[in-house]
T-cell receptor, first 112, second 115 residues
Framework: QKEVEQNSGPLSVPEGAIASLNCTYS??????FFWYRQYSGKSPELIMS????GDKEDGRFTAQLNKASQYVSLLIRDSQPSDSATYLC????????????FGTGTRLLVSP | DAGITQSPRYKITETGRQVTLMCHQT?????MFWYRQDLGHGLRLIYY?????ITDKGEVPDGYVVSRSKTENFPLTLESATRSQTSVYFC????WGSGSSYEQYFGPGTRLTVT
């Protein structure tokens, strides 16, 4: 079992729809969770951080965390073609230092 | 505010040559990281550094060497490049201990091809 699992996709949604991206993790001791967006040929860009159970909203993005189920998700409302990218989930894990473990990403395609 | 930069952005080298990838950050972040990203593997940590003169191995350190004499610089050296080291390399930094809770910020990457 991978430490951080994501469906590779692609997840295809029409413009204006809600895109829902999911991530599960295995380490119950994880306390910090992140979503990165990576456009093709570019570097990962941090878009959301979440540390406690519940929802955190930032503009069109909402991160949801359920530590009991070891599940974190990212909702993108009013999806735009410019949201088409790979979304990486990252979870902290302590191994002598606080490292981030990344999922392999979900590719999102938003069609006009 | 340049943030975090990497050089070169693209590099082609031959098997057996030594290659150094540079990383520079202007935020004075204490932690710096080197990752490689390969299709099917995602981001894998090569080395990290908690401060100047403090470095340690990540998941895939074999064949790589790092140093950090100054807080702002964290070069990665491939001592004798192999084709399996063809990859995209990302440097990242983080200001752990200041309340930022482990957020990492990435440089633009270096695409390395070993022929």
């Amino acid at each position: 079992q991978k430490e951080v699992e994501q469906n590779s996709g692609p997840l295809s949604v029409p413009e204006g729809a809600i895109a829902s991206l999911n991530c599960t993790y295995s380490d119950r001791g994880s306390q910090s969770f992140f979503w990165y967006r990576q456009y093709s040929g570019k570097s990962p860009e941090l878009i959301m951080s979440i540390y406690s159970n519940g929802d955190k909203e930032d503009g069109r993005f909402t991160a949801q965390l359920n530590k009991a189920s070891q599940y974190v998700s990212l909702l993108i409302r009013d999806s735009q073609p410019s949201d088409s990218a790979t979304y990486l989930c990252a979870v902290n894990r302590y191994t002598g230092f606080q490292k981030l473990v990344f999922g392999t990403g979900t590719r999102l395609l938003v069609s006009p | 505010d340049a943030g975090i930069t990497q050089s070169p952005r693209y590099k082609i080298t031959e098997t057996g040559r030594q290659v150094t990838l540079m990383c520079h950050q202007t935020w004075s972040h204490s932690y710096m990281f080197w990752y490689r990203q390969d299709l099917g593997h995602g981001l894998r940590l090569i080395y990290y550094s908690a401060a100047a003169d403090i470095t340690d191995k990540g998941e895939v350190p074999d064949g790589y060497v790092v140093s950090r004499s100054k807080t702002e610089n964290f070069p990665l050296t491939l001592e004798s490049a192999t084709r399996s080291q063809t990859s995209v390399y990302f440097c990242a930094s983080s200001d752990w201990g200041s309340g930022s809770s482990y957020e990492q910020y990435f440089g633009p990457g270096t695409r390395l091809t070993v022929t």
